[in-house]
């Protein structure tokens, strides 16, 4: 009699691995897009070649994302942080949406992709917010995968930015303090009318958040990996997907 293990063993599988099921994609995927800088340096490139080549992962991420049945993709492409970084790199950053799209816009438009942005866009550079705002109009009647990306976002600033909202509410009278809900500070966030987050990946080996998504990531499900995000491609978004259906999400509650 054959057991369990063996029988894997025989079919050329360890015992971990399981197939991804169609049913229990998660609907909302976000990325911490991380270690850009540590691919280039371990190969002796200059950090931007790092940054171009995280670009190729976007395109893998994306369209893999798409084939899986994932319906939002938020992707973590520059946080408020972020501007402390030498000027040439910022720069070179904020020049990638338009590098990116210039590539990739049309397929995009035909995979029936929808471009979105969040973040304080008012520090941007004009250049930037051109390219993402053409991007954004062209395929804002678009009904597939939401691509969202998180640019010049910062949590804490998110959610004060809605305490402010709410406050001169309150102080014009138009609402009381106990009108203030759960689903008011929700509403009131950059991912206003997005479902919060199912899974959130990190690349790059940090177990950190690096202040994304404080409020909606309450209950998502994390996994980390050590790979460089350049490193990133479908198969590595499959393994988190299986790993995700191997979770039991509680709520607080009793499985
Ligand atoms: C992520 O890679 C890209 C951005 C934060 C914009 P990094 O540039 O942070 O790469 P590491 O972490 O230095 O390797
Ligand atoms: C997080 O990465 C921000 C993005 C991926 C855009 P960082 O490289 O900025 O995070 P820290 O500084 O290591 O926390
Ligand atoms: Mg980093």
């Not at 070179?92 to 304080?120: D, T, Y």
């Not at 509410?169 to 759960?182: F, L, N, Q, R």
Request: aromatic letters at 10%; hydrophobic letters at 40%; proline letters at 4%.
């Amino acid at each position: 009699m054959m057991n369990l293990f063996q029988f894997w063993r025989k079919k050329g599988k360890s015992p971990q691995t399981t197939e991804l099921s169609t049913d229990n994609i998660p609907k909302h995927v976000a990325i911490i897009m991380d270690g850009n800088g540590r691919w280039a340096r371990r190969l002796g490139l200059p950090r931007i070649v790092g940054h171009r080549n995280g670009m190729k992962a976007v395109k893998r991420a994306t369209i893999a994302a798409d084939e899986f049945g994932i319906k939002v993709l938020t992707l973590y492409a520059f946080s408020t942080e972020n501007w402390k970084r030498p000027k040439d790199e910022v720069e070179f950053l904020m020049s990638l949406p338009q590098e990116f799209l210039a590539l990739e816009l049309e397929e995009l438009i035909q995979k029936n992709v929808q471009v979105r942005m969040m973040g304080h866009t008012e520090d941007l550079p004009q250049h930037t917010i051109k390219a993402m705002e053409e991007a954004i109009s062209r395929t804002k009647d678009n009904t597939g995968l939401i691509l969202n990306f998180a640019l010049n976002y910062g949590s804490r600033r998110e959610i004060t930015e809605c305490l402010r909202d709410i406050t001169r509410k309150v102080a014009a009278g138009e609402i009381s303090p106990e009108d203030i809900t759960e689903d008011m500070v929700q509403s009131g966030l950059l991912t206003a009318g997005l479902s919060d987050p199912d899974l959130l990946i990190r690349t790059g080996g940090e177990l950190r958040l690096s202040n994304f998504m404080l409020w909606q990531t309450a209950y998502s499900e994390f996994w980390f990996t050590e790979l460089y995000w350049p490193e990133f491609g479908r198969e590595h978004l499959r393994e988190a997907l299986i790993e995700y259906q191997r979770r039991t999400r509680r709520y607080g509650g009793l499985s």
